[in-house]
C-alpha cells in the first residue's frame, strides 16, 4: 500500500462495496471483454465508404495510434489495479473533480451508443435479410427493447455469467470475420479483385479528416477491462498480455475485413451496414443456390455480435460510474451501491438501460426533417463524449509512472521515460485532433481550403450544429459537476477515520492462484 492525499484515495464506501466484487475474470476472459468492445464490426461499412485509402489511413493510425496507446495502458493496466480503472486512474493523477468528468464523458457515451445506433443497426439487418420489421411497428420497438435490456441484463447478473455473452461475442465476432476473409479470398481467386492499384489506396486530406474521428472510437477501449480490475482472479500479470493480444487481434478484426470489402464491392455500393452485407452478399455468391440462407445465417451472427457488443460496454462502463459514485464523485452514493449477491453495480445498469430506451424512443420519434438531423447530431455528440475523455485518460497514465515510480510494473514500456512521455504526446495529439473534428467539424478543412459541404452532410446549418453539439456537451458536464458537488458528504471522513490509502500495486501472483 503507497500513502495516497484524501483527494486521490478511495472512499470509505468505496472500499466497502468493492468487498461485494467477486474475483472471476481470468486472461482468456479479459481479453475476450477487450475483443467484445473494441473491435466493431458496425463501422465497417461506414469507413469502408470512403474507398480504397481508408486502408491507408486504418493502417497508418494502427501503426502510429494503436500501438502507442496499446503499449501506454498495457503497462498502467497491469499496474494499477483498483476496480473502476480509468476513473481511478485520473483520480490518483490529478483528483477527484478531474476523475468525475472523465467518468461521465466515457459513461454517457455507451447506453446512448446501445439505444441510439446499435439497436437500430440490428432492427435494419434483420429486417433486411432475416424478417421485414416496419418501421414504428409493435415488432420494431419491441426489438429495439429487447436488444437494449439484453445488453442491460448481461452487465446486472453476477459476472461468473454474465461474462459469456462478451466472450461468446468476441470469438463468434473473430469466426465470422475470418470466415467473410477466407470466402472473399475464394471469391476473388474465381471471379477477379478491383481497385488493386497504388492510385486507389492514395490517400487524400479530405479523407483523413472524415476518417480521424471514426478510425480513433473504433480504436479505443483496450484499457476498459480494468474497470472491473477488482474482479479479476490476477490482473498484474494478465492485463498486458490481454492487451496486447486483444490489440493485435483488432488489428487484424479491422484491417483485413476493410480490405475484403473494397476489394468486392464498388465505392459508390457502400454505405454503412448496408456496405458490410453488400460485400457479403457478393462473395456468398460462391454458395450458389445456398448463398440466400448463408446471408440469412450471417445476420443473425451479426445482431447477436452487436448484442454482445454493447453488453460488454455496459459491464465495463457501468462499473466505472458505479465506482465512481461509491467514491463521491457521482451524487450520494446510491448508484455506487454492489449488490452482495450478484456483485454487480445493478442501480447503474438499470439507469443505463434507461438512457438507452430513451435514446432509443426520441430516434424512433424524430425521423424525418430537421428533427432528425438535430436529434442526429445530439446522437453523435454523445457517442464522441467517448473520445474526449481520453483527453484526461492519457495524461494521466503517463503522469503515473513520475509520480508513483516506486509501483510495480509487470509490464513496462522499454526506452525509458523519454520515449514514454512521446507515447503519450504522439496518442494525446491524435485524441485532441480527432475531438476537435468531432466537436467542429468543417473547421479544418476550411482552414486547408478542403470542400465540405456542412448542411448537406449534416441537414443542418453550421451554426445550429455548433449551438446544438455546445449546448449537448455543456449538459453532459453540467451532470457530472453536480455529480460531483452532491458527492460531497461521501468524501468527508468519518470521526475517528485514519488516514486512506490507495491500492497502487499490481495484483501479484502471490495473491491470487495463477490462472491458465
Request: net charge negative; proline share 5%.
Amino acid at each position: 500500500m503507497t500513502s495516497a492525499a484524501p483527494e486521490t484515495a478511495p472512499t470509505r464506501m468505496a472500499l466497502e462495496e468493492s468487498k461485494h466484487l467477486k474475483k472471476t475474470l481470468g486472461r482468456f476472459d479479459i481479453m475476450f471483454l477487450v475483443v467484445a468492445a473494441v473491435l466493431s464490426i458496425d463501422l465497417l461499412g461506414q469507413v469502408a465508404g470512403f474507398g480504397g485509402e481508408t486502408f491507408t489511413w486504418t493502417l497508418v493510425l494502427t501503426v502510429f495510434f494503436m500501438f502507442p496507446y496499446a503499449l501506454i495502458f498495457a503497462e498502467t493496466g497491469g499496474a494499477f489495479t483498483e476496480e473502476g480503472g480509468v476513473y481511478t486512474w485520473v483520480r490518483t493523477a490529478y483528483g477527484r473533480f478531474s476523475a468525475a468528468i472523465t467518468a461521465m464523458l466515457t459513461w454517457v457515451t455507451q447506453p446512448v451508443w446501445v439505444g441510439g445506433t446499435c439497436a437500430f443497426i440490428a432492427v435494419e439487418t434483420w429486417s433486411a435479410y432475416v424478417s421485414p420489421i416496419d418501421h414504428g411497428s409493435f415488432t420494431d420497438y419491441g426489438f429495439k427493447l429487447v436488444f437494449i435490456w439484453i445488453t442491460v441484463m448481461s452487465a446486472i447478473v453476477s459476472l461468473k455469467h454474465g461474462k459469456w455473452l462478451p466472450t461468446l461475442g468476441a470469438i463468434v465476432k473473430i469466426a465470422f470475420l475470418a470466415f467473410f476473409i477466407i470466402v472473399t479470398a475464394i471469391y476473388g481467386i474465381q471471379n477477379g479483385f478491383q481497385g488493386l492499384t497504388a492510385s486507389y489506396f492514395a490517400p487524400s486530406l479530405t479523407g483523413f479528416l472524415a476518417l480521424v474521428p471514426l478510425l480513433l472510437f473504433s480504436f479505443l477501449g483496450f484499457e476498459s477491462g480494468n474497470s472491473a480490475a477488482g474482479e479479476m482472479k490476477n490482473p498484474g500479470r494478465d492485463v498486458p498480455i490481454s492487451v496486447a493480444r486483444s490489440a493485435g487481434i483488432a488489428a487484424a478484426g479491422y484491417l483485413l475485413p476493410i480490405l475484403a470489402i473494397l476489394l468486392v464491392v464498388p465505392v459508390e455500393d457502400i454505405s454503412g451496414i448496408g456496405g458490410l452485407f453488400e460485400a457479403i452478399s457478393t462473395v456468398f455468391s460462391i454458395f450458389g443456390a445456398g448463398s440466400g440462407i448463408m446471408l440469412t445465417i450471417s445476420a443473425v451472427i451479426f445482431v447477436f455480435i452487436l448484442v454482445s457488443q454493447g453488453g460488454a460496454w455496459m459491464i465495463i462502463s457501468d462499473r466505472m460510474q458505479a465506482m465512481a459514485a461509491a467514491d463521491g464523485a457521482f451524487f450520494g452514493g446510491y448508484f455506487g451501491r454492489i449488490h452482495p449477491g450478484l456483485g454487480t453495480p445493478v442501480r447503474v445498469n438499470t439507469m443505463s438501460g434507461v438512457v438507452a430506451s430513451l435514446f432509443m424512443l426520441a430516434a424512433m420519434w424524430f425521423v424525418e426533417g430537421e428533427a432528425a438531423a438535430l436529434f442526429q447530431v445530439v446522437l453523435t455528440i454523445c457517442i464522441s463524449t467517448f473520445l474526449m475523455s481520453y483527453l484526461f485518460a492519457i495524461p494521466a497514465a503517463i503522469s503515473l509512472r513520475k509520480k508513483f515510480p516506486g509501483v510495480h510494473r509487470p509490464f513496462k514500456v522499454p526506452g525509458g521515460d523519454t520515449l514514454w512521455k512521446a507515447l503519450g504526446v504522439i496518442c494525446f495529439a491524435w485524441i485532441a485532433l480527432g475531438t476537435w473534428v468531432a466537436v467542429f467539424p468543417g473547421t479544418l478543412e476550411a482552414l486547408l481550403g478542403v470542400e465540405y459541404p456542412f448542411a448537406e452532410i449534416w441537414g443542418v446549418e453550421q451554426g445550429t450544429f455548433s449551438v446544438f453539439t455546445l449546448t449537448t456537451l455543456g449538459i453532459i458536464v453540467v451532470i457530472g459537476i453536480l455529480g460531483y458537488v452532491f458527492g460531497r458528504k461521501l468524501r468527508e471522513p468519518a470521526p475517528g477515520d485514519g488516514p486512506t490509502s490507495t491500492p497502487l500495486v499490481a495484483s501479484s501472483a502471490e495473491e491470487v492462484p495463477a490462472d491458465a
